[in-house]
């Protein structure tokens, strides 16, 4: 790899950095709204109440269109009194108008969702932190690779909820693609060694690579901060 590659390729790290970081930024505003929305609520809190943190869900929406396609809050276990789980999830494709997603959250439902056992939820309430998780195929949404950009949201009665963004696949290797223009072929890997996207058709999204795969990388960048990913070159 020269040294043109080379500087193309982190260019190309640090725009999917620089872009998943301002949709973290957007959760990080809507989710400081929401805390303050919530306790202006009479308590016990109930589903109605939810309601009220629309505004802010769509405008993280508005503000990220044609790279997040579904945001929404997902409530801790308990958090309602009159319903024992909820997702407030609302999804935007295109131009199209945003429109509520109705989950399955009743246990005995054949296709019921327990989103709490998801990383996507686990992993921002135990750690307190940002996570983005993924890519997983949504099984409970579109039936498509998604990576989640997910934080939580803490409230002062102990309560933890997580604000959640869904993002495509294909967004991100769009993102990819337009980046590393006469780049080496670049694979995006996640903390696991999952490929994310990739500029070759040698390289699916979501592939588990093991083995000595990595020995055919010419060069690996971390791409930092909540991410844990790696943007790593391959000879064409």
């Known amino acids: 790899m020269n040294d043109g590659d080379l500087a193309r390729l982190r260019?190309?790290?640090?725009?999917?950095?620089?872009r998943v970081d301002r949709?973290?930024?957007?959760?990080?505003?809507?989710?400081?709204?929401?805390?303050?929305?919530?306790?202006?609520?009479?308590?016990?809190?109930?589903?109605?109440?939810?309601?009220?943190?629309?505004?802010?869900?769509?405008?993280?929406?508005?503000?990220?269109?044609g790279f997040v396609q579904g945001v929404g809050l997902a409530l801790d276990d308990g958090h309602l009194s009159d319903a024992p789980r909820w997702m407030e999830w609302w999804r935007s494709e295109d131009d199209e108008p945003a429109r509520f997603v109705r989950h399955h959250l009743d246990p005995e439902h054949s296709h019921f969702y327990d989103y709490v056992s998801n990383d996507w939820f686990a992993l921002p309430r135990r750690t307190m932190r940002p996570a983005v998780v993924g890519p997983f195929v949504d099984f409970a949404g579109t039936n498509e690779h998604t990576i989640?950009?997910?934080?939580?949201?803490?409230?002062?009665?102990?309560?933890?909820?997580?604000?959640?963004?869904?993002?495509?696949?294909?967004?991100?290797?769009?993102?990819?693609?337009?980046?590393?223009?006469?780049?080496?072929?670049?694979?995006?890997?996640?903390?696991h060694d999952r490929v994310v996207a990739s500029t070759s058709a040698r390289w699916w999204s979501g592939t588990l690579l093991r083995g000595d795969a990595g020995a055919e990388w010419s060069e690996e960048i971390d791409l930092g901060g909540e991410l844990r990913w790696r943007l790593v070159a391959t000879p064409r």
């Open 23 to 65: 949709a973290l930024d957007d959760l990080g505003s809507a989710q400081a709204e929401i805390v303050r929305l919530l306790a202006q609520a009479q308590r016990p809190l109930r589903r109605a109440d939810v309601v009220q943190v629309q505004p802010p869900l769509l405008r993280v929406l508005e503000q990220n269109r």
């Open 11 to 18: 260019r190309c790290a640090e725009r999917i950095r620089a």
């Open 148 to 191: 989640t950009l997910a934080v939580p949201v803490i409230h002062d009665d102990g309560f933890v909820d997580v604000l959640g963004a869904d993002v495509a696949v294909e967004c991100v290797e769009r993102l990819l693609i337009e980046s590393s223009s006469r780049a080496p072929h670049a694979v995006l890997l996640n903390e």
